[in-house]
């Protein structure tokens, strides 16, 4: 458990995760920054239906062995950089020893436009509270992006459950708080997908969540409109569910646009949009559950890869 690591020292030597040779010996493998030890955790394949995808190696902590206090991979030291960067409690606060991080809505347009008019909104969950106050989308944003990736490069949600809470606010404006399994859905994970379908088509959700994924496609299908579609993951039976993430900029375009196989993670409000059914050439069925987002900021989304470190 605790944040996986793309480099150790063995021999005093630095070794990096993808010069590891499965087929040679090494002597000790040693956390880099402390002397805790570290085992290699070899890359899998994983068959998500349309196609297969290699889960990463890394290394990991020994079984009982712990960081030293200070080390930068511990869970603990990251999370307190990232509160020390985000310096403002209403984005990112301490209670009770646990850190709470504000699940924010992200909407269009400029940061002065946002906390207007709200209670012109229809629809629950569109308080005031969840969406990004005045002047500190940039702030947030940045918050959130390294939660996401710090969330990417541990193990399990257990790594972070009992050291953050994520809050929310429902229709009454009373803060409750999401769980993290109900926050973070990984491609990766054999029921993730399966678990996002049904929490998405079995009620109404209004807080953001994560989805990690493949990137299958990328395309402007209208002139200053884009797409990027994840790679659909094999559901129950005939279920598949596929994930489109919408935009207008182009920043993130130009970012990502020759991307297609690398792994990435959007932060955004998505929905279940239709399901729809598709009869392969060998006459099988398959029922595809459409679920969208949409992304405005380009921290809503990441990269993820053999060089994404804390
Ligand atoms: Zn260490």
């Known amino acids: 458990m605790g944040i996986k690591m793309n480099k150790v020292r063995c021999n005093g030597q630095e070794l990096k995760i993808n010069e590891y040779d499965v087929n040679k010996k090494y002597g000790d493998l040693k956390c880099y920054y402390c002397d805790a030890n570290v085992s290699f955790v070899n890359s899998h394949e994983r068959d998500l239906g349309e196609r297969k995808i290699i889960v990463q190696k890394y290394f990991r902590l020994k079984g009982g062995e712990e960081h030293r206090q200070g080390c930068k991979y511990t869970v603990d030291g990251a999370i307190l950089n990232i509160h020390a960067d985000c310096a403002d409690d209403e984005l990112m606060s301490v209670q009770d020893n646990k850190y709470v991080v504000r699940l924010m809505i992200v909407s269009q347009g400029e940061d002065k436009k946002e906390s207007k008019n709200l209670s012109d909104e229809s629809g629950h969950g569109k308080r005031r509270h969840n969406y990004i106050p005045r002047g500190k ?149 398959f029922i595809y559950y459409n679920i969208t987002g949409n992304v405005y900021d380009i921290r809503q989304m990441l990269l993820l890869d053999d060089e994404t470190t804390v």
């Open 137 to 285: 989308k940039t702030a947030y944003l940045s918050t959130m992006n390294q939660i996401m990736k710090l969330r990417a490069l541990v193990e399990c949600n257990s790594d972070l459950e009992d050291k953050i809470n994520l809050q929310y606010y429902d229709w009454k404006d009373n803060p409750y708080l999401v769980p993290w399994k109900n926050f973070y859905f990984d491609s990766e994970n054999e029921n993730d997908f399966s678990r996002l379908r049904r929490y998405l088509t079995n009620k109404k959700v209004y807080h953001p969540i994560c989805v990690v994924g493949y990137i299958k496609s990328i395309s402007e299908y209208q002139t200053g409109r884009f797409c990027i579609k994840y790679e659909t993951v094999s559901d129950e039976e005939n279920k598949r569910v596929a994930i489109a993430v919408y935009f207008e900029n182009n920043q993130i375009y130009e970012q990502f646009r020759d991307k297609s196989d690398c792994k990435i993670i959007t932060y955004a409000n998505f929905r279940f949009y239709q399901e729809k059914e598709w009869t392969a050439p060998d006459e099988r069925k």
